[in-house]
């Protein structure tokens, strides 16, 4: 009697052990979901038909994830161009602070610690395919050192614009090798297939993909069986007048039917998203998963691309290298089933240096203290946001010293060459979105508030290619 006793005390122990570890590994997988950012290049606010109804190429599936999960109105990139808005990503550091606020060949440095390698450091696979811009091969910033286990695509910015190419760089295993690949194989195609791979292959542990499509950007250059779609029977754009663009001493191609082209490489971003949304349906993961949608700044008008035509930036005014509203508010769709509020539209406001923190909150990884972003992982679960930026602001430098902030509602630009006066713009986005009412003069008490609210915001770049302290005076 005693023995039976005591085996059914073991058993019953040994089984309480087994459904504590089980509950336990449940309750750690819950804790690092998966994390999926799709960062376009280039895409206007308007280009996505559920943040712009009068878009003319229908985002279909783009607008389903917005329809499962929440859409952001009022997010912000981190910078007007390429680079600096990425850096600022991965980095959690606005353009007062970070170490890359322009676009050229410039390398993350050792000391700049990404998003990438926190997670990798919390377990998670990381892989990123597409378009990285912060670091060559024999740099600090190559993206091995910079987090990413696994990586397919382009380090090069200017070898981004080619979707057609005769090579690209692989990492495996932490190793970075250059690959050479059939020049006439798209691009995109094969990174889509990469990131897919990915997502399959690390299926059984938390990851994070970093998605980094080139889609829309210059070259407007897409397969022609893609061409065709967008295509009449006798070979004439729907998408009419056409101005065909030539190649001129410039890196882009040149392409005879430029809105037919960039309509396709709508469709085809449109498309890509859905086979990413399906793949992580089809795998079981669709509980456990975030998935990102933004783009790095806005609309483009390069290679014969026509932002007016498309109403690129929808209501907003201006384009990508314009701190107004078109140059650095963009779309941004949270998607996760159970953990984000499906058919949610919020007008939080914030922006790209507040992904670290927000991410890092959400898979219960730290980050770093000395940044500028804050977490946002209660307006993504769609609860009140109690912390909130006091101010957001940027910095850019190409034909001229241009600076932004936003209070609220209230935003002041500030335009500056070197030897000539400063220009002030002040607006009230909750009555002005297109920033077409510059009350300055009217509210100098506002300007004086914002100008020394600018100026506190900043410090000299360490980077000398970016202190532009001798123009901004």
Known sequence: MKIRKLFY???????????????????????????????????GYGNITSFNPDSPVPTPNIDKMAAEGTRF???????????????????????????IRGNGNVSLREQDTTLAQRLQNNGYATGMFGKWGLGLENE??????????TFFGYLLQKHAHHYFTDFLYEVKNRELKKVNIDSTQYSQ???MDHALSFIEENKDRPFFLYLSTTLPHAELKVPDSLMARFRNADGSSKFPPETPYYRKGSTYSTQLQPHAAFAAMLYRLDQDVARVLKQVKDLGLDDNTYIVFTSDNGAHEEGGADPKFFNSSGPLRGLKRDVYEGGIRVPLIFRAPGRVPAGKVSN????????MPTLGEITSTPVPAAIDGISFEKTIAGKAQKQKHDYLYWQFNEGQF???LIQGNWKLIRFKSQGKPET?????????IGEKNNIALTKPAKVKELKALMQSAKSPS??????WSDIEK
């Open 73 to 99: 109105t009022r997010f912000y990139s981190g910078s007007p161009v390429c680079a600096p808005s990425r850096g600022s990503l991965l980095t959690g550091k606005h353009m007062g602070h970070a170490y």
């Open 140 to 149: 600090p910033g190559a993206p091995q050192l910079k987090g990413f286990d």
């Open 189 to 191: 195609s094969l990174i």
């Open 348 to 355: 939080e406001v914030w922006a790209f240096w507040d992904i």
């Open 9 to 43: 005390l073991i058993a019953f122990s040994v089984i309480s052990n087994l459904q504590v570890t089980e509950s336990s590994a449940q309750e750690k997988k819950a804790s690092r979901p998966n994390i999926i950012f799709i960062l376009t290049d280039d895409l």
């Open 462 to 467: 360490e980077n000398p290619l970016f202190n």
């Open 402 to 404: 241009k600076e932004a």
């Open 424 to 432: 002030l713009e002040l607006y009230d986005l909750n009555n002005d």
